[in-house]
C-alpha cells in the first residue's frame, strides 16, 4: 500500500506546474492534523469532510486511488499497476504431427504466459526460450484452434498475440437426435449413431442389480441391443475416445443440444458376481462386441481418460451402449 501511495504521490506532483503554488504547497505539505504520507480513508469517510481545503489528499480505501480536493471538487488520481504485462510480439510454429510446439518470441515483462483456446485455458513459464506444447487434436467441432497467447504478470494479461492453427481431430457430433421408430436417443458421430443414454437392454441378459436395470452381465456373442441396432467393436470405441486422450469432459457431459458431448453418466460400477463396489464415481463400463478366448472387451470413459481392457466374462457388471 505503502509502495502505490509513493507511486501516486509522485504522479500528482509531476502535475504540480499546471496547478497554483498553494495548491502544491499543501501537496508538499499536508494539513496539520494529517501525517506525510496520506490518510487512508473511505469513500463514505471523504463525502462526509467539511469543506476541505484546495490540496487536501487522502488515499481510497474504496476505489483504491490518491484523491486530492481542489477548487470545490474531489479528483481521483490512480497509477499504473507494475510491472505491466508485455506483449508476444512474434510466435514460432513446429508441425509434429500430434502437437504443435510453440516458440514465443516477447517483448516486455512476461512472468507468465497464457494461452486461450475454444476449450481450455493453460498457463505455461514466461522464461525466454521456452517452449510450449499445443496439442493438435481437440474434440471441438472446429476445423481450426483460435488460439491467442498473452503475456501475464501480477498485474494483469497483456495484449493478445492471435494464431490458427490446424485441428487434426475436429470431432462433430450432430445434435441430440430421437430415433421415430425406437424413441432411442442418440447422436451421428461420423458413420455411427452412438446412443446418447444408457440403454435398457433387452431380455434374456442378466442384471445383477435390480435398482439399476441399465447394467448387464453378457455372454459370448449376446446382443443386448434393439432390432437393428449393435454393441460397437473394441475399434469402434477406441477410434471414438482416442482423440480425447486424457480430457473426456465432453463425453462426460449431459447431451445437449449446445454441446458436443454424448452424455457419458458418472456411476458406481459393482461385481457381477460378488456385488463389491469395483469403481466410484467413474463413468460407466459400456461393453464391446469383441469376444477372444472367454474375454469381453469393455470401454470405460473416467475424467482422468480411459480405458479399453479385457474382462473375463461376466465378471463386471456394464452398461450398454449400441451403435447403428
Not at 488460439?147 to 504478470?153: D, G, L, R
Request: aromatic letters at 10%; hydrophobic letters at 35%; a neutral charge.
Amino acid at each position: 500500500m505503502k509502495e502505490r501511495s509513493t507511486i501516486l504521490f509522485s504522479f500528482l506532483l509531476f502535475g504540480c506546474h499546471l496547478q497554483s503554488i498553494s495548491f502544491c504547497q499543501n501537496i508538499l505539505h499536508p494539513a496539520k492534523d494529517h501525517k506525510e504520507t496520506p490518510q487512508i480513508l473511505s469513500q463514505a469517510d471523504i463525502e462526509a469532510i467539511e469543506k476541505p481545503a484546495d490540496g487536501y489528499w487522502v488515499f481510497n480505501s474504496t476505489t483504491g486511488c490518491l484523491n486530492y480536493y481542489l477548487k470545490g471538487h474531489w479528483h481521483e488520481l490512480c497509477g499504473t499497476c507494475l510491472p505491466r504485462p508485455g506483449i508476444v510480439k512474434k510466435m514460432n510454429v513446429a508441425d509434429r504431427g500430434k502437437y504443435y510446439v510453440l516458440f514465443p518470441e516477447t517483448d516486455g515483462k512476461c512472468e507468465k504466459i497464457l494461452i486461450k483456446t475454444q476449450d481450455t485455458s493453460l498457463e505455461f513459464s514466461g522464461n525466454r526460450g521456452d517452449s510450449i506444447i499445443l496439442q493438435a487434436s481437440r474434440p471441438i467441432p472446429s476445423e481450426t484452434l483460435d488460439v491467442q497467447i498473452y503475456c501475464i504478470t501480477s498485474c494483469g494479461e497483456g495484449e493478445p498475440f492471435t494464431l490458427k492453427l490446424k485441428n487434426r481431430f475436429p470431432l462433430k457430433f450432430s445434435p441430440v437426435r430421437k430415433d421415430s421408430t425406437t424413441g432411442i436417443i442418440y447422436r451421428q458421430v461420423g458413420a455411427l449413431r452412438w446412443m446418447a443414454q444408457d440403454w435398457t437392454a433387452s431380455e434374456g441378459v442378466q442384471r445383477p442389480l435390480p435398482t439399476r436395470p441399465d447394467i448387464v452381465t453378457l455372454k459370448a456373442g449376446q446382443n443386448p441391443c434393439p432390432p437393428s441396432w449393435r454393441l460397437p467393436s473394441e475399434k469402434e470405441w477406441y477410434a471414438l475416445l482416442a482423440p480425447f486422450e486424457d480430457n473426456l469432459k465432453p463425453l462426460l457431459e449431459t447431451p445437449q443440444d449446445n454441446n458436443i458431448g454424448l452424455g457419458f453418466s458418472l456411476n458406481n460400477m459393482y461385481s457381477a458376481e460378488v456385488k463389491n463396489l469395483v469403481g466410484e464415481g467413474m463413468a460407466g463400463l459400456y461393453w464391446s462386441s469383441t469376444w477372444e478366448k472367454n474375454k469381453n472387451f469393455f470401454a470405460s470413459p473416467r475424467p482422468s481418460g480411459y480405458l479399453l481392457v479385457p474382462e473375463e466374462a461376466r465378471k463386471v457388471g456394464a452398461a450398454v451402449r449400441c451403435v447403428q
